[in-house]
T-cell receptor, first 116, second 115 residues
């Protein structure tokens, strides 16, 4: 669904640099999920945020990775001191307020991060 | 822990051939099941979903899936594929432990349809 906007679509970083991935959810959506897809693997849940709150970060690596979803502006997934193993496609999904289990999450086109 | 297994990583078919993509999950509780499709260069789109009721679910673009509880399976089918069905297909199950839509995905199946 074109409503979830991720940018950039492609990002190249050298080892040790920082990567910032942005996700603007669909209009009216206040729940954001980040997933990572490593080569030849399925999408893996990373973090679930609501406005100004991290609800579930059980899939986030313990170091170098952080996420936020401020009151104003997009959600940001930040990776510090990137390493080659961080190369992956990062997808964002959003769902409306009061989303229940059976509420569809709408995905963005993803950001493909390449670490050289 | 929940997991989703997709049996075929790559499938090649000719137009008009029938399609069946396998998906098995491991989870003992109530499940919500999904199939997503990702066309080249595009976002993931929901093809269909199962929450309860009729185990045969109809989705968009002529796709359907059947939930077989005894086999822990949710296979995707289409009677006659088209070139435009070339895409990657992901099966997913909802992890309901947190009360929100946290998805566990399979590794995906890349489908190539030749004219």
């Amino acid at each position: 669904n074109a409503g979830v906007m991720q940018n950039p679509r492609h990002l190249v970083r050298r080892r040790g640099q920082e990567a910032r991935l942005r996700c603007s959810p669909m209009k009216g959506h206040s729940h954001v999920y980040w997933y990572r897809q490593l080569p030849e693997e399925g999408l893996k849940f990373m973090v679930y945020l609501q406005k100004e709150n991290i609800i579930d970060e059980s899939g986030m690596p313990k170091e170098r990775f952080s996420a936020e979803f401020p009151k104003e502006g997009p959600s940001i997934l930040r990776i510090q001191q990137v390493v080659r193993g961080d190369s992956a496609a990062y997808f964002c999904a959003s769902s409306p307020p009061n989303a229940r289990l059976n509420t569809e999450a709408f995905f963005g086109q993803g950001t493909r991060l390449t670490v050289v | 822990a929940q997991s989703v297994s997709q049996h075929n990583h790559h499938v090649i078919l000719s137009e008009a051939a029938s399609l069946e993509l396998g998906c098995n999950y491991s989870y003992g509780g109530t499940v919500n099941l999904f199939w997503y499709v990702q066309y080249p260069g595009q976002h993931l789109q929901l093809l269909l979903k199962y929450f309860s009721g009729d185990p045969l679910v109809k989705g968009i673009k002529g796709f359907e899936a059947e939930f077989i509880k005894s086999k822990f399976s949710f296979n995707l089918r289409k009677p006659s594929v088209q070139w435009s069905d070339t895409a990657e297909y992901f099966c997913a199950v909802n992890d309901d432990s947190g009360g929100y839509n946290k998805l566990i995905f399979g590794a995906g199946t890349r489908l190539a349809v030749h004219p």
